[in-house]
Each structure stands twice: as C-alpha cells, then as structure tokens.
C-alpha cells in the first residue's frame, strides 16, 4: 500500500511524535482500509498495541473484500468471533421460556428465581447471590443445583467488619452451607467509622459464587423476564 502524502510526513518523524500522535496515525491508516500487517510494514508498532488502538474502527465490506483480494488472507479482517455464541446464548434463552410455564408449578423454582430478581447479580454473567441469612443461601445453592448444574462448584467471598475473625467466620460459612470444600476469594474487611452500622454481624455476608454459570445466567434472566410479565397478565 502507498502511503497518502498526507501521512509521509508523519511516518518519516514517527521518532518525535506523542503517544496520542502515533495512535492517530494507527487510526487513520486503519480508517482508510489498510490491514493490520500493512500498518506494521509502515509504522514500528506491536499487533496488540495496534488492535487496541484501532478497536473501534469497524471496516466497511468493500474494504475487507479488498484486503482479502490484496493479502490472500483474512488477516487484518476483522472476525464476528462472537456469532456462534449469540447464536448459543438465544438458544438458551428461547428453550427457557419455553420450559417456563411447566417449572412455574415447582414451589422450588418459583422461589429460586424470584429470589435472585431480588438479591442475585444482574451485571456479572455468572450467578452469584450476597446474603447474611444462610438459609437463603441454601435455597439458592438447592435451586442452582436443581435447575443449572447438579454438579455445580462453588465460591465464597465474604464481607466482613474489622474486628471480624475471617478465619472463624470462613469455617462458620463451611459448616453452614455444606461447602467444606469450597474455595474462597479474598475477604473484603469495611474498616471501622466508614458506615453507620452498630449491631455488625458476628460472620458478615457472605457472597456464593456458581462456577463457570454464564449460561445459567442468561437462563435466569429470561425467567425473571418471563416471571416478570405475569405482572401484566390479566386477572383470572
């Protein structure tokens, strides 16, 4: 590819220009269709830090046809590697609202889901569940194991006061969700004076963790979802 004499400049004094300067000239190379192997024959710049620079640059089709046509390859196009997953994670989702209306009747399920609506993460893509009360974490883990994974591994984080014992408190949580094997992430400890707290609970919270859960996850989003519209549904 010829460089554009608008960049000639910029490439030859490539030595004296800023960061920002060097990413601009990565950018604007990119923006007018050049594969990343072609930047890097002009410009003395690592992949990663070159795709980082250029990672919100989309081409256009006729640009990734004519790298395809110049190169050979595919290199330098950029790849939906996340299409199959897409597709994978509606799969999941149509056959959870499907499976639905016949798990409503299950007392278990109803609670479980309802329960994560109210306490569960909705940001992290794993299921995960905070709560002090280690009842509700039974429920939970019963229902993780029901309706996601029989076989489900799980982690703990705990939340803890200073003055809190983490080790004593660490085997309490064991004992009482019947996870002596569970590992544990490290303990986050809220010093003294930061809240207005004045009864701190003897074991703190304690956070469950599902291991390798992303698809759980999406699973319970569209129960609550579907959960969610009996709401709207007219009276009976």
């Known amino acids: 590819m010829e460089i554009p004499p608008v960049f000639a400049s910029l490439v030859a004094g490539w030595e004296s220009l800023s960061r920002w300067e060097r990413a601009e000239?990565?950018?604007?190379?990119?923006?007018?269709?050049w594969s990343y192997g072609e930047i890097m024959a002009v410009l003395p710049v690592a992949k990663g830090t070159l795709a980082g620079w250029c990672r919100e640059i989309?081409?256009?089709s006729e640009q990734a046809?004519?790298?395809?046509?110049?190169?050979?390859?595919r290199k330098g196009v950029p790849r939906d590697?996340?299409?199959?997953?897409?597709?994978?994670?509606?799969?999941?989702?149509?056959?959870?609202?499907?499976?639905?209306?016949?798990?409503?009747a299950d007392p278990l399920w109803t609670a479980g889901v309802a329960l994560y609506w109210a306490e569960g993460s909705k940001t992290e893509r794993r299921l995960e569940?905070?709560?002090a009360d280690a009842r509700v974490l039974r429920v939970f883990i019963r229902w993780t194991r029901s309706y996601h994974q029989p076989d489900a591994r799980f982690a703990l984080k705990l939340h803890l006061h200073e003055g809190n014992d983490d080790e004593l408190s660490r085997a309490h949580w064991r004992a009482e969700l019947e996870?002596?094997?569970?590992?544990?992430?490290?303990?986050?400890?809220?010093?003294?004076?930061?809240?207005?707290?004045?009864?701190?609970?003897?074991?703190?919270?304690?956070?469950?963790?599902v291991r390798r859960s992303s698809d759980g996850w999406y699973r319970t989003m569209e129960w609550i979802d579907w959960l969610g519209l009996l709401?709207?549904?007219p009276d009976c």
């Open 179 to 209: 996870l002596e094997r569970a590992d544990f992430h490290k303990t986050f400890i809220k010093p003294a004076g930061t809240g207005h707290r004045k009864n701190t609970l003897p074991h703190g919270v304690c956070r469950v963790l």
């Open 231 to 233: 709401a709207h549904a």
């Open 65 to 73: 046809l004519a790298i395809r046509r110049r190169t050979g390859s």
């Open 129 to 131: 569940l905070a709560n």
């Open 25 to 33: 000239l990565g950018r604007a190379l990119r923006r007018l269709g």
């Open 81 to 104: 590697t996340q299409r199959k997953r897409r597709a994978e994670v509606e799969r999941i989702r149509a056959n959870a609202r499907q499976c639905a209306p016949t798990l409503a």
């Open 58 to 60: 989309r081409l256009t």
